[in-house]
């Protein structure tokens, strides 16, 4: 455990940085699984939710949870699979 003030605060900082990021890392799985669910049970709104999951994921990219190539790729993926079930 840190004795300097600074580095104290440093530690509650992150304990709260990394929280946040596990929330926005969870919420962008769930989207993808459901997404992938959605094209492989060929559901009507699979289009609808693919956006939402390539939504999440910039999001997260954003915030800096995915680097951007990450992003990329998760993206083209879903795309990919999209099209291929279409």
């Given at each position: 455990?840190?004795?300097?003030?600074?580095?104290?605060?440093?530690?509650?900082?992150?304990?709260?940085k990394?929280?946040?990021?596990?929330?926005?890392n969870?919420?962008l799985?769930?989207?993808?699984?459901?997404?992938?669910a959605?094209?492989?049970?060929n559901?009507?709104?699979?289009?609808?939710?693919?956006?939402?999951?390539?939504?999440?994921i910039?999001?997260?990219?954003?915030?800096?949870?995915?680097?951007?190539?990450?992003?990329s790729?998760?993206?083209?993926?879903?795309?990919?699979?999209?099209?291929?079930?279409?």
């Amino acid at each position: 455990m840190p004795n300097i003030k600074s580095a104290k605060k440093r530690v509650k900082v992150i304990a709260t940085k990394t929280l946040q990021n596990k929330t926005i890392n969870s919420r962008l799985k769930t989207e993808i699984k459901r997404a992938n669910a959605a094209i492989e049970n060929n559901e009507a709104n699979k289009a609808e939710v693919v956006k939402a999951a390539i939504k999440r994921i910039d999001q997260a990219a954003a915030k800096g949870v995915l680097h951007k190539n990450t992003a990329s790729r998760k993206k083209s993926a879903l795309d990919k699979k999209l099209n291929a079930g279409a």
